[in-house]
């Protein structure tokens, strides 16, 4: 009987704590579950989905009708594009099939911004993504220095972790992901959101010490992916989210920092340079940087500029309604004797598989909602939303050379960012009546 009341008790706590910091047009049971979704999210896309998929109905319910939204009409006009192209694509029914990387998003960027309508509710959100990352941070070091390996699965397979002893590829921290890569990719988006948590103010000195040990944590996780784009990513939020008040003394210093490296990594830079440089960067970052473990090791057919090469080609012969999804992994192999599943850019995927008018369409919507949270979020935002508007930045950069949302847990936490971006350029609107908010974390 103890025991029961103190599990009623605690179920309690946990009930008050979810609801804290409600946004008003959020219903209580969609907040619980948008937040339980996206800390989630990383260790199982099924639950994770499953949560978030709960709130986007509750999120939809009793709103004004979705076309009022500009940003909405624009997003019907890309889909109904997209659905256009399906018919004669070259990839057949996989062209269909591949709409399902868009248009159910297409409505989640709608169905979740009332959950993303107050500064609060998105530092509680940026908080769960944080936590979310905790297993990608323990598994991926266990994989590496405690020789872990699976897959791990449960309920039949609706939860898979990819842990591979040693890494995957070997060497490169993974962790439950399945590629290196998407490892990188996940801590880089969480990383923006981690160094707003470690710089907030009047934070408790113990909990700032445990957000300083998980930000050690990711830092070395994203070293140990052995992913260019990941430590990219490293360097690009530092300013972004100390914000301006730090760009006097900060910039110069990064801008040294990558003048150094550069000089370490870059083919052509003169030896008096490039030595000392080599001494004070370690060889597995400029090896890295300079390809220096594949050189002469790869076909000029398997590297980005001609996978670009030949996409470009390909969007030059079918410029307006694409050859359809998954069609560059059905005709790359036929041009160049090479299989790639996609051609490293997200932009360039989108114009070869449904056409340059709904890519451009794609492109200028996101880039829009940067342009315009721009001044709200990283001139005169607060720590969080500077945090929140880097991590949409970096999950662009990362798309220019990867195309990491592919994986779905990283295509969902995409779009859940990209949907607080919107509530950042409008005047916040009254808060729910308060429930026992808990101290920050």
């Known amino acids: ?125 940026a908080l769960a993504l944080v936590a979310a990352t905790v297993p990608v941070i323990l598994t991926g070091l266990g994989q590496l220095w405690w020789g872990w390996h699976g897959p791990f699965q449960a309920l039949g397979g609706l939860v898979i972790w990819h842990i591979k002893a040693g890494g995957n590829p070997p060497g490169r921290l993974a962790g439950l992901f399945d590629y290196a890569n998407i490892a990188g990719s996940w801590l880089a988006l969480a990383w923006p959101l981690l160094l707003a948590a470690l710089l907030q103010p009047r934070l408790d000195p113990r909990r700032r010490a445990v957000v300083l040990l998980l930000t050690v944590g990711l830092v070395t996780a994203m070293f140990l992916t052995d992913s260019r ?71 000029q057919e398997i590297t980005r500029l001609a996978q670009w090469h030949v996409a470009l080609g390909l969007i030059a012969e079918r410029p307006w309604l694409g050859w359809g999804a998954a069609a560059f992994s059905l005709i790359y192999p036929l041009r160049t004797g090479h299989w790639h599943g996609h051609p490293h850019n997200l932009p360039i995927d989108l114009a070869l598989s449904h056409g340059l008018p709904a890519a451009l369409l794609l492109v200028g919507f996101v880039l829009g909602l940067l342009l315009r949270a721009f001044g709200p979020a990283l001139l005169r935002g607060g ?38 971006l919107p509530a950042m350029v409008r005047p916040e609107p009254q808060r729910a009546l308060p429930v026992a908010s808990p101290a920050p974390v």
């Open 1 to 125: 009987m103890a025991g029961f009341a103190s599990l009623s008790a605690f179920l309690q706590v946990l009930d008050r704590r979810l609801l804290a910091q409600r946004p008003a047009a959020a219903a209580p049971l969609g907040w619980r579950c948008f937040q339980i979704g996206v800390f989630l999210l990383a260790a199982s896309a099924f639950f994770g989905g499953l949560f978030l998929f709960v709130a986007l109905i509750l999120g939809s319910r009793g709103r004004r009708p979705i076309l009022a939204a500009t940003t909405n009409r624009m997003l019907l006009l890309i889909a109904a594009l997209m659905a256009l192209g399906c018919f004669g694509a070259y990839s057949g029914w996989l062209s269909w099939v591949g709409l399902g990387n868009w248009l159910p998003f297409f409505w989640a960027f709608w169905g979740f911004q009332p959950y993303l309508a107050t500064a609060a509710a998105r530092r509680r959100v």
């Open 229 to 299: 784009n990941g430590w990219g990513a490293l360097l690009l939020a530092v300013p972004l989210v100390a914000g301006p008040l730090s760009w006097g003394w900060l910039l110069p210093l990064l801008l040294l920092a990558v003048a150094v490296i550069a000089a370490a990594s870059l083919v052509g830079v003169p030896e008096l340079l490039q030595a000392p440089a080599r001494v004070v960067v370690p060889e597995a970052i400029w090896g890295r940087l300079s390809d220096l473990h594949f050189a002469g090791q790869r076909p």
């Open 383 to 420: 720590v969080f939303d500077r945090g929140w508007w880097t991590a949409v930045l970096v999950l662009v950069a990362l798309h220019a050379t990867d195309m990491p949302f592919y994986d779905s847990r990283i295509n969902v936490a995409g779009w859940v960012l990209l949907a607080g």
